[in-house]
């Protein structure tokens, strides 16, 4: 369904919301905008081509997070729900309890005026649970694949015995990927395991790094501009360069670099500064040794993130009162 900027009087409501994407599954914040047929969201407020339109002509209905039995939600998140349609159901979540109420209940009416709706949430697509069959023969798969890698015998030839521990590492992560998963997210998925394993069987510096900014940009939001994709690359490389001379500080760098680059275009200095505290917490988080050192750099981490949020919850809503 395309749409071209319909007249501002179609809109019943429009502001940002969070959504988790169809690919890595990652969240992002959207401008959305519900007509009464249709739920558009954009990158960003003021652009002119939605990402997006669902068709509410094809809705199900609006679905609680309680209902949502097959969804992971962040941390943070208190007020969800679910959208789901014929073919899928998108999951999106707010700050404010009382707009998100809103929100629900204006697309529910929608869906009850122009689509189909049903209160048979329990067969929304990926709303199935998957058979007590299929989770069996998946888990034993899976654990046949983990626990032969180590006894597979080895042929004498370190390319070909690498090129089949790869194939046991596509095999094992697509087992265990979420069983919704879309073709062009699992070939994501096999594209990352398989540099990876080219990666480690190589064992040469520039490979290493290369494979490092090769992952990320095969892993990155589809959403990301030209700009930030070289940026990105970059904050990669520096990265690929601290795992290849095991210096801390050269790879926590690079995880600074490739936060800021794939931070919304918009945000403001104090937002990106928190993002960084939070990109150094991290960093140090992941090479911590000690207990305490963890813990400190957890709550830094954690801490850094609910700052960033406040201040991108702010600029939001400048953007929503111009």
């Known amino acids: 369904m395309a749409e071209s900027s319909p ?3 179609d809109i019943l409501k429009d502001g940002f919301l969070s959504k988790q994407g169809g690919g890595y599954r990652n969240w992002k914040k959207r401008y959305c905008i519900l007509r009464e047929n249709s739920l558009s969201y954009y990158v960003k407020k003021g652009d002119n081509k939605p990402k997006k339109v669902i068709d509410l002509t094809e809705g199900r209905g609006v679905r609680e997070k309680k209902q949502c039995t097959m969804q992971d939600w962040p941390g943070d998140a208190k007020f969800c729900f679910g959208v789901a349609s014929s073919k899928r159901t998108w999951y999106f979540y707010g700050s404010d ?10 697309i529910q009416q929608c869906i009850e005026k122009v689509g189909k709706p049903t209160k048979d949430w329990g067969n929304d697509p990926e709303g199935k649970p998957e058979s007590v069959v299929s989770k069996a023969i998946r888990n034993t798969t899976k654990t046949a694949i983990k626990h032969g890698k180590g006894h597979i015998p080895s042929t004498g030839n370190e390319y070909l015995d690498g090129a089949v521990s790869t194939a046991a590492d596509v095999a094992e992560n697509q087992l265990d990927a979420d069983p919704h998963a879309s073709a ?10 398989v540099i990876s ?13 290369a494979a490092n900014v090769a992952k990320d940009q095969l892993e990155a939001d589809e959403d990301l501009s030209l700009k930030q994709r070289l940026a ?7 990265e690929g360069v601290g795992e290849v001379t095991e210096i801390d500080a050269v790879g926590i760098a690079g ?5 800021q680059a794939t931070a919304d275009e918009d945000a403001s200095l104090k937002e990106r500064m928190a993002i960084g505290v939070g990109s150094v917490a991290a960093g140090v988080k992941e090479g911590a040794d000690d207990a305490l050192v963890y813990h400190v750099a957890k709550s830094v981490e ?10 991108a919850d702010n600029r939001d809503t400048s953007s929503d009162s111009e």
């Open 255 to 259: 995880g600074v670099i490739k936060d």
């Open 302 to 311: 954690q801490g850094a993130g609910d700052v960033a949020d406040h201040y």
């Open 7 to 9: 007249p501002a009087a």
């Open 184 to 193: 062009k997210d699992r070939l994501k998925m096999a594209g990352g395991d």
């Open 232 to 238: 990105l690359a970059g904050g990669s490389a520096v």
């Open 97 to 106: 309890g009382k707009d998100v109420k809103e929100w629900m209940d204006l």
């Open 197 to 209: 394993g080219v990666a480690d069987t190589v064992d040469n510096p520039v490979v290493t790094v």
